[in-house]
């Protein structure tokens, strides 16, 4: 009786859920999470609105929820297929920073999780799959003509990694040790190339003393060979006063500045990795003074303290 009624129902039913696809971002996922519920009994098997819904209307409701999943998918679709544009769209500013899709994500989630909040949340995760499976690939091919690769990849991995655990989704779990992996192997990428050796002379010269180690000369009689004399050493050790190694610092931290952007939010990260690098360097070049020139009154021109006071010295000045 009520389908001779209504007739165009289902019709006009699709219809709209196509009419609100196109004028609202999540407008399908609205409908697919509102009308789900419907089909599949999720408001509650004793409800008044189960109980009495008729059979012909559970089938209508059935197609709209087929066309808003439709609909839902072609808006997932369109996000993955704007991925390399996010991309082309950073190249034109002066840093990279957080390509556009990450936070599109972030919107997307925040809205979504209410969206999804009383209904089955299958196809949702899914899309979250899809999206930051796509963005992984996506930041891995990232270019930009003026920030470092190692910076575009450690920036972006972050606030992906950041975003995708803020969902606590299982499906999700792997992916976010994924990114959690790729952005430490970035960070470390990006310490090693930029940050190098500040004592590169001192650290090749015992370089070489490890190398007469390893040939079979004993630690405390390399200094009796020429070109490891104390003499030698002493030379080198001349060559790196404090005030110039602060100097290196500074223009170290100037070309770390340049490179991060604010959003990114990773300076002082990277400054604390580069600050860590230092003091591993210290520990083992002064280690290596102690076993090969032992009495001898060499030390490296600055204490760890030294470096740490200079770290926080620089942080703070900029």
């Known amino acids: 009786m009520l389908g001779e009624l209504f007739p165009a129902l289902e019709t006009e039913l699709v219809s709209l859920v196509g009419s609100i696809e196109k004028h609202e971002p999540y407008g399908a996922m609205r409908a697919l999470a509102c009308v789900g519920r419907r089909v599949l009994g999720e408001g509650g098997e004793g409800s008044e609105v189960c109980a009495g ?59 979504c999780e209410s969206i999804f909040a009383r209904g089955r949340r299958a196809d949702l995760d899914r899309w979250y799959l899809s999206l930051a499976t796509a963005m992984l690939r996506t930041i891995q091919l990232a270019k930009h003509p003026r920030t470092p690769r190692a910076v575009v990849q450690m920036e972006n991995y972050h606030r992906l990694y950041a975003c995708v655990s803020s969902l606590r989704v ?20 990006y310490d090693t190339q930029y940050f190098g050796r500040p004592l590169e002379k001192l650290a090749q010269f015992f370089e070489r003393v490890g190398e007469a180690v390893a040939s079979g000369v004993k630690e405390d009689e390399v200094c009796y060979r020429t070109a490891f004399s104390k003499h030698e050493l002493r030379r080198l050790l001349a060559l790196y006063p404090d005030h110039e190694v602060r100097k290196t610092l500074h223009r170290l931290y100037r070309t770390v500045e340049k490179h991060l952007s604010e959003k990114g939010g990773l300076l002082q990260v990277v400054w604390r990795a580069m600050q860590e690098e230092f003091i591993a360097q210290h520990v083992a070049l002064q280690a290596r003074i102690a076993s090969c020139y032992p009495g001898a009154g060499l030390t490296l021109p600055l204490s760890t303290q030294d470096i740490l006071d200079a770290f926080s010295d620089i942080a703070r000045e900029h």
């Open 170 to 189: 299982t499906a999700l779990d792997r992916l976010r040790r994924d990114a959690r992996m790729r952005y430490s192997e970035a960070l470390k990428q």
């Open 53 to 111: 819904e008729a059979r012909w209307s559970r089938a209508a409701l059935a197609a709209v929820a087929v066309a808003a999943k439709r609909g839902a998918d072609r808006a997932v679709a369109d996000r993955l297929a704007a991925l390399n544009d996010a991309v082309k769209q950073a190249a034109k500013k002066p840093k990279c920073g957080i390509l556009s899709f990450i936070p599109e994500l972030e919107e997307m989630s925040s809205v």
